[in-house]
């Protein structure tokens, strides 16, 4: 122990004596550690940090499966629910869930909020008990049940501030008012329910009971001793027995379970390896170059080790005092580089796209736990280990006899040159990989905002509101509020036109409903499926839509006349390639009678879901011959006028019970939507991870080059005196630096090229091995390599002969 603090303060006191060193060794790792500290942390809180429910590795997702069809995942129908959860033997509980849209009616008026509603035994299920109060009694399953509500923890402070007493409380969502009987522990966040403010019970009723009619998801406990398969080919036998028992609305309808985790992270699991893989090369590069650096610091050491040495102390003494410099150094760039990560904690949390934030709200708290610091403990010493042990390897056994000669001029054997030079040839192949992938990520994105989405984006903002169903009962009295609400837009000045549609673009497509052509007889084996939208006239016109056959919907399209709709190209090129789809009727399937609808015209597709995918087949119905609770609102403008106050009076006036959801810009969304936002986080991270690995394989370059020219100049002066020319002095040094840049580039090629597979769920219409971000990035790294190694190639040329020869 006593020999362990004499290293640390002999340490200590060399760093002291080499402050240059000692500042860019800090700060390179701590860039490099706190990089790693901070991505970590999302990685942990994502992929390895334990869900917030009792044994939540046995938690399933469940949903159903239609094999064949257009869209195959969906949610379960309550009867499918139901006969699922009674007939299985696999799972201990099951519970479904379905997160709405609600008005909560406060103090201030009515507000736009999330609900989640769920099936009494749920929280049971998940093995969370409320922290004031119960559950739901087992009657609220069904209409007719308690009216009650569970808060979040998040609900009950931004609510009641906390009330001790809320137990027993009303509140009223949706026009119904409701009892709180349960406050649930701040830990809880349901992360599929979003960011719900309020529980309530299923209270099933109407058409939510129908056999077609999808819209409850399924979590499931598996039962001591039951694993994923066996649970699986349970399902697939009750799915089987439920199709034949309802041919009519279950042929081809099977269950599916996914781990509840992997539902939950998928699609960020690339995301974050990606991010991962980026800093951990960003570190090694930071250990490349201080190797580098302690290689050549060591050389000029030489005569203190020997002198040590020729005194008695050993190979390995001598590697431990080196070693533990390196450690000294960077355990204090750990500490810098946590501090860092803190900073940029907040930074990273907000940059995630916001359907992540969604679906992991507990990436909201991100915080340096237990785990975290564990992780950048161990690349803290790891990172001491990797740039230290080697140079103190080899400055461990020097030449004693050479080293201790007067006058002599302290030399780099070649085994170090060639170490330097590895090293070198390292952070650009590193650098290559990360700027390549920069490059492709960059691409695709812009690539994708490029996207048509099939109406014109500029000068659209958007909202959303609802009904609330006690005060809005009666389909008249739907159609009449929003006509009124579109009259009274288009009377605002600047603006030029407003409509309604029951789902706002690349937000979500909505629900589907299955039809088939023609109307009798049915043949449900011919059975189409299409989102459906209702919308007003006019909406079209105010998107920008193009009408590619037939019409329009008008004010005469109204609930006294003929059922009509419109399709996208998308469902016309499907169901009528060659015909002429005008005319036709569509008849939806899920009653027994009849439903039946003409199509009056066909419309170009505009992108529902999300930008990368292709448009989905779409029926547009007139909103007054479907209304609709729920309705976004969009408003072309003359130009970007201020209209966000003239709107929430105009809201106000109709009906002040009626919530306003936030005023948005289409841009907005459209840079928003999920898969625009899942793309700008990496690329933009990884470009910045690719530019510090730019930089500091630049100083890499540099600063070996520097030092070879510092330790040749008395070679360097020899070639002059002897004729060269200083020309030939300058080739001599930037051929070096070229040389170790080709070497990096062409091996950062390959490894490019083998790590593009991972970038691969990432991009969009751009290939990981594009051949000209390959190209144009190794011109980059040439060119760069080519100005760090003209600084010291000159200053070799500049060198005078007989003052080369003084200095030594």
Same mark, same amino acid.
């Given at each position: 122990?006593?020999?362990l603090?004499? #290293?640390?303060?002999?340490?200590?006191r060399?760093?002291r004596k080499?402050?240059g060193?000692?500042?860019?060794?800090?700060?390179?790792?701590a860039?490099?550690?706190g990089?790693?500290?901070?991505?970590?942390?999302?990685?942990?809180?994502?992929?390895?940090?334990?869900?917030?429910y009792?044994?939540?590795?046995?938690?399933?997702?469940?949903?159903?499966t239609?094999?064949?069809?257009?869209?195959?995942?969906?949610?379960?129908?309550?009867?499918?629910?139901?006969?699922?959860? /009674?007939?299985?033997?696999?799972?201990?509980?099951?519970?479904g869930y379905?997160?709405?849209?609600?008005?909560?009616?406060?103090?201030?008026?009515a507000?736009?909020?999330?609900?989640?509603?769920?099936?009494s035994?749920?929280?049971e299920?998940?093995?969370v008990?409320?922290?004031?109060?119960?559950s739901?009694?087992?009657?609220?399953?069904?209409a007719?049940?308690?009216?009650?509500?569970?808060?979040t923890?998040?609900?009950?402070?931004?609510?009641f501030?906390?009330?001790?007493?809320?137990?027993?409380?009303?509140?009223?969502?949706?026009g119904?008012?409701r009892?709180?009987?349960?406050?649930?522990?701040?830990s809880?966040?349901?992360?599929?329910?979003?960011?719900?403010e309020?529980?309530?019970?299923?209270g099933v009723?109407?058409?939510?009971l129908?056999?077609?009619?999808?819209?409850?998801?399924?979590?499931?406990?598996?039962?001591?001793g039951?694993? =994923?398969?066996?649970?699986q080919?349970?399902?697939?036998?009750?799915a089987?027995?439920?199709?034949?028992?309802?041919?009519?609305?279950?042929?081809?309808?099977?269950i599916?379970?996914?781990?509840?985790r992997?539902?939950?992270?998928?699609?960020?699991?690339?995301?974050?390896l990606v991010?991962?893989?980026?800093?951990v090369?960003v570190?090694?590069?930071?250990?490349?170059?201080l190797?580098?650096?302690?290689?050549?610091?060591?050389?000029?050491r030489q005569?203190?080790?020997a002198?040590?040495?020729?005194?008695?102390?050993?190979?390995?003494?001598?590697v431990?005092?080196?070693?533990?410099?390196s450690?000294?150094a960077?355990t204090?760039?750990?500490?810098?580089?946590v501090?860092?990560?803190y900073?940029?904690?907040?930074?990273?949390?907000?940059?995630l796209?916001?359907?992540?934030?969604?679906?992991?709200?507990?990436?909201?708290?991100?915080?340096?736990?237990?785990?975290?610091?564990?992780?950048?403990?161990?690349?803290?010493?790891?990172?001491?280990?990797v740039?230290?042990?080697?140079p103190?390897?080899?400055?461990?056994?020097?030449?004693?006899?050479e080293a201790?000669?007067?006058?002599?001029?302290?030399t780099?054997?070649?085994l170090?040159?060639r170490?330097? #030079?590895? %090293?070198?040839?390292?952070?650009?192949?590193m650098?290559?990989v990360?700027?390549?992938s920069?490059g492709?990520?960059?691409?695709? =994105?812009?690539k994708?905002?490029r996207?048509?989405?099939?109406?014109?984006?500029?000068?659209?903002?958007t909202?959303?509101?609802?009904?609330?169903p006690?005060?809005y009962?009666?389909?008249?009295q739907?159609?009449?509020?929003?006509?009124?609400?579109?009259?009274? %837009?288009?009377?605002?000045?600047g603006?030029?036109?407003?409509?309604?549609?029951?789902?706002?673009? %690349?937000?979500?497509?909505g629900?589907?409903?299955?039809?088939?052509?023609?109307g009798?007889?049915?043949?449900?084996?011919?059975?189409?499926?299409?989102?459906t939208?209702?919308?007003?006239?006019?909406?079209?016109?105010?998107?920008g839509?193009?009408?590619?056959?037939?019409?329009?919907?008008?004010?005469?399209? #109204?609930a006294?006349?003929?059922h009509v709709?419109?399709?996208?190209?998308?469902?016309?090129?499907l169901?009528?390639?060659?015909?002429?789809?005008?005319?036709?009727?569509? /008849?939806?399937?899920?009653?027994?009678d009849h /439903?039946?609808?003409?199509?009056?015209?066909?419309?170009?597709d505009?992108?529902?879901?999300?930008l990368?995918?292709?448009?989905?087949?779409?029926?547009?119905?007139?909103?007054a011959q479907?209304p609709?609770?729920?309705?976004?609102?969009?408003?072309r403008?003359?130009? /970007?006028?201020?209209?966000?106050?003239a709107?929430?009076?105009?809201?106000?006036?109709?009906?002040?019970?009626?919530?306003?959801?936030?005023?948005?810009?289409?841009?907005?969304i459209v840079?928003d939507?999920?898969?625009?936002?899942?793309r700008?986080?990496?690329?933009?991270?990884?470009?910045?991870?690719?530019?510090?690995a730019?930089?500091l394989?630049?100083?890499?370059v540099?600063?070996?080059?520097?030092?070879?020219?510092a330790?040749?100049t008395?070679?360097?002066?020899?070639?002059?005196?002897?004729?060269?020319?200083?020309?030939?002095?300058?080739r001599?040094?930037v051929?070096?630096g070229?040389?170790?840049?080709?070497?990096?580039?062409?091996?950062?090629?390959?490894?490019a090229?083998?790590?593009g597979?991972?970038?691969?769920?990432?991009?969009?219409?751009?290939r990981?091995?594009?051949?000209?971000i390959?190209?144009?990035?190794?011109?980059?790294?040439?060119?760069?390599?080519?100005?760090?190694?003209y600084?010291?190639?000159?200053?070799?040329?500049?060198?005078?002969p007989?003052?080369? =020869?003084r200095s030594?």
């Amino acid at each position: 122990m006593p020999t362990l603090f004499h #290293d640390l303060r002999y340490a200590l006191r060399q760093l002291r004596k080499s402050p240059g060193f000692a500042v860019v060794s800090v700060l390179t790792l701590a860039l490099g550690i706190g990089a790693n500290t901070a991505i970590f942390t999302v990685v942990n809180a994502a992929l390895l940090r334990s869900l917030p429910y009792h044994d939540p590795g046995r938690l399933v997702y469940l949903g159903e499966t239609r094999s064949g069809a257009q869209y195959q995942k969906m949610e379960f129908s309550y009867p499918d629910f139901v006969d699922f959860r /009674d007939q299985n033997h696999s799972f201990s509980g099951v519970g479904g869930y379905s997160p709405v849209n609600a008005t909560y009616l406060g103090p201030e008026g009515a507000e736009p909020v999330l609900a989640t509603v769920v099936s009494s035994n749920f929280f049971e299920m998940l093995g969370v008990a409320p922290i004031q109060g119960r559950s739901f009694a087992p009657n609220a399953d069904l209409a007719g049940g308690e009216r009650t509500a569970i808060l979040t923890y998040g609900g009950w402070q931004a609510r009641f501030g906390g009330d001790p007493n809320v137990l027993g409380k009303s509140v009223t969502i949706n026009g119904v008012p409701r009892t709180v009987v349960g406050v649930l522990p701040a830990s809880f966040l349901f992360a599929p329910s979003r960011f719900s403010e309020f529980y309530l019970p299923l209270g099933v009723s109407g058409w939510r009971l129908r056999r077609n009619a999808h819209w409850i998801l399924g979590v499931g406990r598996l039962g001591p001793g039951v694993n =994923l398969e066996r649970a699986q080919a349970e399902a697939s036998t009750i799915a089987s027995q439920l199709a034949t028992e309802y041919p009519d609305s279950n042929p081809g309808v099977g269950i599916a379970m996914t781990p509840l985790r992997e539902e939950l992270v998928g699609t960020v699991r690339p995301i974050l390896l990606v991010l991962m893989a980026a800093v951990v090369a960003v570190l090694l590069i930071t250990c490349s170059n201080l190797a580098g650096l302690q290689l050549a610091r060591c050389v000029t050491r030489q005569k203190e080790i020997a002198v040590r040495s020729a005194l008695g102390a050993t190979r390995s003494q001598v590697v431990r005092l080196l070693l533990t410099e390196s450690l000294v150094a960077s355990t204090v760039g750990g500490v810098a580089g946590v501090s860092l990560a803190y900073a940029a904690l907040p930074l990273l949390a907000a940059a995630l796209p916001s359907d992540q934030q969604a679906i992991m709200p507990f990436l909201r708290h991100l915080e340096i736990d237990k785990a975290v610091l564990g992780f950048t403990a161990a690349v803290t010493i790891g990172s001491g280990i990797v740039f230290g042990l080697v140079p103190a390897l080899q400055a461990a056994r020097p030449d004693v006899h050479e080293a201790l000669q007067d006058g002599q001029r302290a030399t780099a054997g070649a085994l170090r040159h060639r170490l330097r #030079d590895g %090293l070198v040839v390292a952070q650009v192949a590193m650098a290559i990989v990360l700027l390549v992938s920069a490059g492709v990520l960059a691409k695709s =994105l812009r690539k994708l905002v490029r996207v048509d989405p099939g109406f014109r984006v500029a000068h659209l903002l958007t909202f959303a509101t609802s009904l609330v169903p006690q005060r809005y009962r009666d389909e008249a009295q739907q159609i009449a509020f929003e006509r009124n609400l579109r009259e009274r %837009l288009q009377a605002l000045p600047g603006v030029k036109s407003a409509a309604t549609v029951s789902t706002l673009p %690349l937000g979500n497509a909505g629900g589907t409903s299955r039809f088939v052509i023609g109307g009798h007889p049915r043949v449900l084996a011919d059975e189409y499926e299409a989102n459906t939208r209702q919308i007003s006239p006019g909406y079209f016109g105010t998107m920008g839509v193009p009408l590619r056959a037939g019409r329009f919907f008008d004010e005469h399209d #109204d609930a006294k006349a003929p059922h009509v709709a419109i399709i996208n190209q998308t469902l016309a090129d499907l169901l009528f390639a060659g015909r002429d789809p005008i005319g036709q009727r569509i /008849d939806y399937t899920y009653t027994k009678d009849h /439903d039946i609808w003409q199509i009056v015209g066909v419309v170009g597709d505009e992108n529902l879901g999300q930008l990368d995918r292709k448009p989905t087949p779409v029926v547009y119905e007139p909103y007054a011959q479907d209304p609709n609770y729920f309705m976004g609102v969009v408003i072309r403008t003359e130009g /970007d006028p201020a209209i966000a106050d003239a709107v929430r009076s105009l809201m106000h006036d109709l009906d002040s019970g009626v919530p306003l959801g936030s005023l948005t810009s289409m841009e907005r969304i459209v840079a928003d939507s999920p898969s625009v936002a899942m793309r700008r986080y990496p690329a933009y991270l990884i470009g910045a991870f690719a530019l510090l690995a730019l930089i500091l394989a630049t100083l890499g370059v540099y600063g070996l080059l520097a030092y070879v020219v510092a330790q040749r100049t008395r070679e360097l002066g020899i070639r002059l005196a002897l004729g060269a020319k200083r020309i030939d002095l300058l080739r001599l040094v930037v051929g070096q630096g070229m040389k170790l840049a080709l070497a990096g580039v062409l091996i950062g090629g390959i490894g490019a090229v083998a790590s593009g597979r991972f970038l691969a769920t990432l991009l969009y219409a751009v290939r990981p091995t594009d051949a000209a971000i390959l190209a144009s990035t190794a011109a980059l790294l040439m060119l760069v390599a080519l100005l760090a190694s003209y600084i010291p190639a000159r200053r070799a040329a500049s060198i005078e002969p007989m003052v080369a =020869l003084r200095s030594e």
